[in-house]
């Protein structure tokens, strides 16, 4: 059985190897010339559908515990990195930004309702979510930036979201009530409402 360090970097070096797939890239019109791995890490730190989804991810790992408190965060994130090149080679997606809306939502209500589902099906969850927050972060690279630079801006920054919501799943946990990490994910899911009515 392979150590769990060593998934983890086996992982890495292939969303890195996804990363360096895409040759052709699409972008959105008028976002100027942008230093990659600055705009790749700000992207998932500038919206509310993404921050709330991400946190979510770690809040809800944490609420698991055991196998999943890291190999549903690394789902995501290896999952978001083929969205992500997905997007970046100008593959269509339908229904993005409402699957994104439906994961703050959805997430909200697992953790909300302290749903425990086995490790694979819950990984399975976030991975699906996981491709949908990824393409939404590849289409909209800058035509300027390196696919490379930008891919890992985003992946570091949303490690960085889950480690905050898997470090304030745990602290809560461990020195108050678990009430209040679902009383976080009802307002997440409450965010998720708000995002279906009035976007991110």
Known sequence: MKHPILSRRNS???VTAILLAPSFVQA?????????FSHGFFHPLTGLDHLCAMIAVGLWAAQLGGRAL???PLTFISVMAVGGAMGMAGMPMPFVEQGIATSVLVLGFLIAAAVRL??????TIVGIFA???GHAHGSEMPVSASGLSYG???ILA??????????LGIGVQRISTVRIVRFAGAAIAACGVYIFCFGA
């Open 12 to 14: 890495l070096l292939i």
């Open 28 to 36: 959105h019109t008028g976002v100027g010339t942008t230093h990659g």
């Open 70 to 72: 890291w190999i549903v």
């Open 118 to 123: 086995p490790v694979a099906a819950s990984a």
């Open 131 to 133: 491709l949908l927050h």
């Open 152 to 154: 890992i801006g985003f």
């Open 158 to 167: 949303t490690a960085m979201l889950h480690a905050v919501g898997v470090g």
